[in-house]
């Protein structure tokens, strides 16, 4: 399984000159949550708690500061939105992806809302899953095939809708001609990976860009990077097809 993931998870890739990507794998059901955590672990990531509520998964992972938690949304106590939308509120760094029986769209679009930068479903493979968490870890917003277009439909739908203030006043920072490219093609739901081939660049310089974009306008993801984009028509700039 390790020679599986070896070339997508940055954390796992160079552990030996940075510290491995720190997960937490949050599941009420005790066999398939330590199965998923014991598979990350021999995947080179650094797991560093387990939790089986909702109330248990804030607590721990305010202690364990989790680079990316991995969440069911089916929880007692506290349901997995509801965890997702607290920790992220209070770290907006925090990188979520969604670990769900449930392919509704309901499901998967109240995720986005509360803060999950991607969501998988419980069928996929472990390989598959650990290329999500890997690439969760670098900033990609990762879904189960079928529900990206679902998402970015959503996304559409956020921004025809008033949005809180948005920093393009006068005086507002200006973007580089490479920033304001690398910003059209995420708000045409590409990822990181597939940017750097479009553009001929490393996949670490695109995740510069948009580190040193959201900076720039004040936003905290990758969610809010994309109505803002979308908001100013960057998504159809190019071709009105994608």
Known sequence: ????????????????????????VVDD?????????RDLAESGFDVVATAGDGEQAVRRAQAAAPDVL???LNLPLKPGVQVCKELVGANPALRVLVLSASGEH???????????????????????????????????????????G?????????????????PDEPGAPRLTDRETEVLRLVAKGLSYKQIAERLVISHRTVQNHVQNTLGKLQLHNRVELVRYAIERG???????GA
């Open 1 to 24: 399984m390790s020679s599986e993931h070896g070339q997508h998870t940055d954390g796992a890739d160079s552990a030996g000159a940075a510290a491995p990507v720190k997960v937490m």
């Open 29 to 37: 059901h005790p066999m398939w949550r330590d199965a998923v955590a």
């Open 70 to 72: 991995v969440l069911d």
């Open 106 to 148: 309901a499901d998967v679009l109240e995720a986005v809302k509360s803060g999950a930068t991607g969501y998988l479903l419980k069928s996929a493979s472990t390989a598959e899953l650990i290329d999500a968490v890997g690439r969760t870890a670098v900033g990609d917003a990762v879904f189960t095939p079928g529900l990206a």
């Open 150 to 166: 679902l998402v970015l439909g959503e996304y559409r739908r956020l921004a025809s809708e008033p949005a809180p203030a948005t």
């Open 234 to 240: 960057l998504d159809t700039d190019e071709s009105a």
